[in-house]
């Protein structure tokens, strides 16, 4: 993979494409943990093999760990004890025989006791079975899953021997320890609380009676080292075990911890606490496959006390302590690059959510030193900006001068924003360059909307100057902000040249934003700067699903229409970029079509991954997991069947008795051995009512049929569906006689379709009546055509895409 190359070092200036996380990182859920392949290509770009890489904030730890695969020496630091346990357990190696022996001895002990708890009956066949979940609503079950050895997995509806067992069990004595823990600070209850007091809020009583069964086995285990990975398997399922968890239509057998909070959904699920135990050790997700796969990705993993041991055979330092005292466990001027995914505000309140987990591990949680808002902690924006400033003042010193720090950012509140920056210069660090990484799945209503928060992240590459710098805090004025966030809004969309979703104008906004220091005290969000603005700069257009309905809304210039622009439209950019793409490689994966996109479209100008997996299904077929292009395909997009429509284009032209032109471009190209040029029959001619702004772009117009500098006819030949800026060119033609028409192959008439659906594009296309005719009908025409081509028999090939001809025959009346 290539990147810019600054002062030796290898830069990444474009997003990477996020993969799927491997089984190692889905042992144990975490909030917002980074793609790992992501951090990896930043290791490999800014370091070399036994550098060190530090994360301060290390939550999951996917940074020091990418950073031992890769043959440096990881630290990974946090104030939250359950993140570096998290972090530890993921990276440090076990013995897997010894899982297996503790897992069958916890299972003699314990599963059978544990299942009676979840006996059932089958409705079917009568026989005894095992219950999968229950659903619940308030206090009441109201399904029960289960498994019956004859039937097969069932669902029912409570009986009265499921009632009387629920009754049961709630008069039943939790039989070993369980947390108590209130969720609550000294005085105050947790943010995030909701309507739970309490741990054991949290649970049913039959799930809190299995759950401390487990766990007192667990503590039973002999080896140590073997005690705590079963520890870390059952934190990773006991809030699966919990009421916070969601019944999902579509998979109503299964659940997640949905909400950042506390929160009890009022229809929620409990689930078999023997089942989720087996599956965190065995299943998929489990410890034994994540092991695994750990294993085989981290060739060497020993663990340092302290810092001193990365020096003596250690590849990795895992320490729980407060960043701002990382001076106190390592020297300074140590680190070889950072890359760290500081608290975003009180976006996430990581200490109350890991107090689930936390409190079964009896772990000390040093709430007071967490840097976050939280009023409920007496934590404002001051306090979380001061700490957040000492932080990464303890991160200078740690990092070598020259070298790099990444910050990773997903918060748009320009305040937060701000105070990451301005925390991060202040202390010394240059700012670089902020590149938009979109996330591998985005919500496509989300994306959709006019307005809201960032889907993906900003990685901002900071630099440790060679030699201290005096800090130069120039802010501006809040009108000059304002204006800046209008202009770059408006360039972001002139330079997509079509209507835009906000999240593509967020994101070349944030990505601009380098001199984030220079914002003003009290400036406004970036979308509340843009809504004032609605209806002076910008308009909003709605876009419509295939039944006419509004399912979102785009921003646009105000005023201005698609012909405005001499570029094509960035989804014609992408589409051409794509097709470019599958004509070079035989076969190629969606991750590498992917890369090749972000390389190119940056920032403010990368797509959504779903635009281009429908281009490729339009272009494409896949073998093998790799996309190739469809066979059929190969002589419609090249040069010389786009040549060969021109020739036969200009030679009915001339048979008909116009004078004909060819694009100055095409001029020089050469088919069924003639040179397209000679088929122009006035080489200059005095082209009549073209205005001479739009004069150049018309003259790029594939073929013109004209009467001595009248248009006739004009001509735009296309291999793919880019059409608008063949639509824009023809609009520097004006007059309501002249035909436009758009030749292209017919595969792509159900793209096209689509397409033309766009509101600027129907706009243009409706109001100067273009049409259609296939590739095919045109060569069929103009091998059975007479000495003189009738042009009223040629027009009968004009036609609209497929959807618009069903529902009627004017594109006008269509659109």
């Known amino acids: 993979m290539s990147a810019k190359k600054k002062g030796g070092v290898e830069h990444i200036n474009y997003a990477i494409v996020a993969k799927a996380h491997t089984p190692m990182y889905l042992m144990h859920k975490w909030w917002a943990r980074k793609p790992h392949n992501v951090v990896s290509e930043y290791i490999q770009h800014y370091t070399k093999e036994g550098d060190i890489v530090l994360d301060p904030f290390c939550g999951s730890g996917v940074t020091p760990i990418e950073a031992i695969k890769l043959g440096r020496k990881g630290i990974g630091i946090d104030l939250d004890p359950m993140a570096t346990f998290i972090t530890k357990m993921t990276a440090m190696p076990v013995d897997a025989q010894k899982i297996s022996s503790a897992f069958e001895e916890i299972r003699a002990n314990r599963e059978k006791e544990i299942s009676e708890l979840y006996r059932t009956k089958c409705k079917k066949c009568g026989a005894a079975s095992t219950i999968i979940c229950t659903h619940w609503e308030n206090s009441t079950p109201i399904k029960i899953y289960y498994v019956c050895s004859e039937c097969g997995k069932m669902n029912k509806r409570p009986e009265d021997d499921d009632l009387r067992l629920v009754k049961k069990t709630e008069k039943l004595d939790v039989p070993f320890w369980y947390p108590e823990r209130r969720l609550y600070y000294d005085g105050n209850g947790f943010l995030k609380k909701e309507k739970s007091e309490s741990i054991p809020d949290l649970f049913t009583r039959r799930n809190m009676i299995a759950l401390s069964m487990i766990f007192n086995e667990i503590g039973k285990v002999k080896d140590n080292k073997t005690k705590e990975f079963f520890r870390f398997a059952f934190t990773s399922m006991v809030h699966l075990a919990s009421k916070l968890t969601p019944v999902r239509p579509t998979r109503p057998m299964s659940s997640f911890w949905a909400i950042q909070s506390y929160w009890v959904p009022p229809i929620n699920m409990e689930s078999n606490v023997w089942m989720l135990f087996d599956s965190s050790v065995n299943g998929k997700q489990g410890i034994v496959a994540g092991k695994e796969d750990s294993s085989s990705q981290i060739k060497y993993c020993k663990e340092a006390r302290k810092f001193s041991d990365l020096n003596d055979g250690a590849n990795i330092f895992i320490n729980t302590q407060n960043a701002l005292e990382l001076t106190d466990v390592m020297p300074k001027n140590s680190v070889d690059y950072v890359f760290t995914d500081p608290p975003y505000g009180g976006a996430v309140q990581y200490f109350e959510l890991s107090t689930l987990w936390s409190s079964w591990l009896k772990m000390n949680m040093d709430y007071k030193d967490e840097i976050t808002i939280n009023s409920n902690q007496s934590k404002d924006f001051e306090y979380y900006h001061k700490m957040l400033r000492a932080s990464f003042k303890a991160i200078y010193q740690l990092l070598k001068p020259g070298k790099y720090m990444t910050v990773t950012f997903h918060s748009t509140d320009i305040r937060v924003w701000n105070s990451i920056i301005k925390a991060v210069a202040a202390v010394g660090f240059e700012l670089e360059k902020i590149i938009y990484q979109p996330p591998a799945r985005p919500s496509a209503k989300g994306l959709l909307q006019p307005y809201g928060s960032a889907v993906g992240d900003y990685y901002i590459r900071f630099r440790k100057p060679e030699k201290e710098v005096l800090e130069t805090d120039k802010e501006i004025d809040l009108n000059t902000y304002e204006m800046e966030v209008v202009d770059a809004a408006q360039r972001i969309i002139g330079e997509r040249s079509e209507p835009t979703i906000y999240q593509h104008i967020l994101n070349g906004i944030m990505a601009e934003l380098q001199g984030g220091r220079r914002v ?293 009346i269509y659109v």
Do not use: C
């Open 520 to 812: 003003p005290v009290g400036a406004k969000n970036i979308e509340d700067v843009l809504k004032e603005h609605i209806g002076k700069e910008f308009e909003i257009i709605p876009v419509r699903n295939e039944d006419g309905k509004v399912v979102g809304k785009k921003w646009w210039l105000k005023g201005i229409d698609v012909s405005h622009f001499s570029q094509p439209t960035l989804s014609d950019r992408v589409e051409r970029k794509v097709v470019e793409v599958l004509e070079h490689d035989v076969k190629i994966s969606f991750d590498d079509i992917l890369q090749a996109i972000f390389i190119e479209f940056k920032n403010a100008l990368t797509p959504e991954t779903e635009k281009i997996r429908d281009v490729l299904k339009e272009y494409a077929e896949t073998s093998d997991g790799k996309w190739q292009l469809k066979p059929d395909l190969k002589f419609n997009l090249s040069e010389s069947a786009h040549d060969k429509m021109i020739y036969m284009l200009a030679s009915l032209g001339k048979e008909a008795g116009f004078d004909v032109w060819i694009g100055l471009n095409e001029q020089s190209h050469i088919y069924n051995n003639r040179k397209l040029a000679s088929l122009v029959t006035n080489k200059n001619p005095i082209w009549r009512f073209i205005p001479s702004m739009g004069l150049e772009r018309a003259k790029q117009i594939d073929v013109i049929w004209h009467d001595e500098g009248r248009v006739k006819f004009e001509f735009e030949v296309e291999n793919t569906t880019a059409i608008t800026e063949a639509v824009a060119r023809g609009s520097n033609i004006p007059g309501i006689n002249v035909r436009r028409i758009i030749v292209i192959p017919k595969e792509r008439e159900g793209l096209l379709s689509r397409k033309v659906k766009d509101p600027l594009i129907s706009e243009n296309m409706s109001k100067n009546d273009w049409k259609f005719i296939f590739y095919q009908d045109l060569e069929q025409f103009f091998n059975k055509r007479p000495q003189r081509p009738s042009i009223g028999e040629f027009e009968k090939l004009f036609k609209l895409p497929k959807e618009a001809r069903e529902k009627q025959n004017s594109l006008k």
